[in-house]
């Protein structure tokens, strides 16, 4: 049985730095990231596999990053303006060819409020 564990988050102002991290007790293939801002889809952000393969979000490229392992992953996000204020969510999915579709993932962290204030 899968089980995450989300930890981080906060307020920042723009320019500014937070980071959110997911520990993962199981095995699981992939570890993802996915936000959901009000009144927005879930949407991908990045993620991680077990064969050490990561996917980083063009929205975000170049100043996200990803890191860790599938057991404790960890999600860094530089330069953060207003837009990124969403809820994040850390996942899980047994493949470790994950193409960053919600449906992929069948185990989900409670999510972790990212604010950023300009």
């Known amino acids: 049985q899968v089980q995450l564990r989300e930890s981080g988050g906060g307020s920042v102002q723009a320019g500014g730095s937070l980071s959110v991290s997911c520990a993962v007790s199981?095995?699981?293939?992939?570890v993802g990231w996915f936000r959901r801002a009000p009144g927005k889809e879930r949407e991908f952000v990045a993620f991680?596999?077990?064969?050490?393969t990561m996917s980083i979000a063009d929205s975000v490229q170049g100043r996200f990053s990803i890191g860790g392992d599938t057991a404790n992953a960890l999600l860094q996000m530089n330069n953060l303006k207003p837009e990124d204020s969403a809820v994040y969510y850390c996942a899980t999915s047994t493949t470790i060819r994950s193409r960053g579709l919600v449906d992929e993932y069948d185990h989900w962290g409670q999510g972790i409020q990212v604010t950023v204030f300009s």
């Open positions: 199981g095995r699981p293939g992939t």
């Open positions: 991680l596999s077990r064969v050490n």
